[in-house]
């Protein structure tokens, strides 16, 4: 397998060759919506779901410094950790067959190991994850010394992706999103999990001014039942991979719809209405919620007239028209 090595931060993305072949930079397409037009907001579509058929989305930008420092350092296996329906423990399997890795996925909850396997995770197995069940407390210390070096006496040195793939290096391959959109937004919605994307996002969007002070904001949208926990580690994150605090940022919790992976008859009609007026259906675990929080926001009054506001789209509906 041969990968470019990792970039720095200041010079990530900058051109060394791809291996994987993605689109970048990815689609920004502006979208004729009524309903926020009423209200003097523009929307865009950011589609990060077009850059590669196997790693869509934040995906690929988060694993491919992740990737390079594995080959770099001379490891053949990939061990991560995702609950049931994780998109990143999908991507991480098909990085694994494209390039040549062996892959482990820890999936959070032994309940699930006698069951059939749902189309998240049989699409991982199928491009040859080994998938090991464990129970939710076992998960909960999934990052602790004495559990990673069990795990990694099961299976063998591995380079350890976090959960989501979110590490300062996956920041680092977040922070081009930013970059790609710095001047062509007001605000940038995404959706948030573990936190990497946004913290990416908004030090690209600030990368070319002092202080860390960015022309657009980056909201975050959490998608899990009490995300405000979240700031902390955007911080984090933002901490470790650029030294500090960059560009403009916030967490709006109010959107989970019941928590991850769950739904509600309102968001349900959101991106049914969404898919009918645009072609596209919405991803329902991340990219709807998101898009639901955007439109709430523009009819709270929160953008003003003439706000431009750009959605990332980091996955579509297989069962929609997008």
Request: hydrophobic share 45%; proline share 7%; no cysteine.
């Amino acid at each position: 397998m041969t990968l470019p090595p990792p970039a720095a931060p200041e010079s990530a993305g900058s051109g060394a060759a791809d291996p994987l072949d993605a689109r970048l930079p990815s689609p920004l397409v502006e979208v004729a919506d009524e309903r926020l037009a009423a209200l003097g907001v523009r929307l865009a579509l950011k589609r990060d779901d077009l850059i590669h058929p196997d790693l869509p989305g934040n995906k690929y930008r988060k694993l491919r410094l992740n990737l390079a420092a594995a080959a770099e350092a001379g490891h053949t296996t990939l061990l991560t950790f995702g609950g049931a329906y994780s998109n990143h423990l999908r991507a991480t399997a098909a990085a694994g067959r494209l390039l040549g890795f062996r892959t482990v996925g820890v999936v959070r909850g032994d309940e699930l190991a006698d069951r059939p396997l749902n189309p998240s995770l049989a699409r991982a197995a199928a491009d040859g994850m080994r998938l090991e069940f464990v129970d939710r407390a076992t998960y909960r210390r999934k990052a602790e010394p004495e559990t990673l070096a069990a795990l990694t006496d099961r299976f063998g040195p591995a380079y350890v992706l976090p959960e989501g793939g979110s590490n300062a290096l996956a920041a680092v391959g977040a922070a081009e999103l930013g970059r790609e959109l710095d001047g062509e937004a007001d605000v940038v919605a995404v959706a948030v999990g573990t936190g990497g994307t946004l913290a990416g996002l908004a030090a690209g969007l600030a990368a070319g001014l002092a202080a860390g002070l960015g022309r657009a904001e980056a909201i975050g949208f959490p998608v899990l039942r009490g995300g405000g926990f979240l700031a902390a580690e955007v911080l984090r994150l933002q901490e470790e991979a650029f030294g500090g605090r960059r560009g403009r940022w916030r967490l709006d919790d109010r959107f989970h719809h019941g928590g991850y992976a769950r739904t509600t008859p309102e968001l349900d009609a959101f991106a049914a209405d969404f898919a009918a007026r645009h072609g596209l259906r919405p991803e329902p675990v991340y990219v709807a919620k998101m898009l639901h929080g955007v439109h709430s926001l523009a009819e709270e009054g929160v953008f003003p007239p003439g706000t431009r506001v750009a959605a990332v789209i980091t996955g579509t509906d297989p069962g929609g028209t997008g």
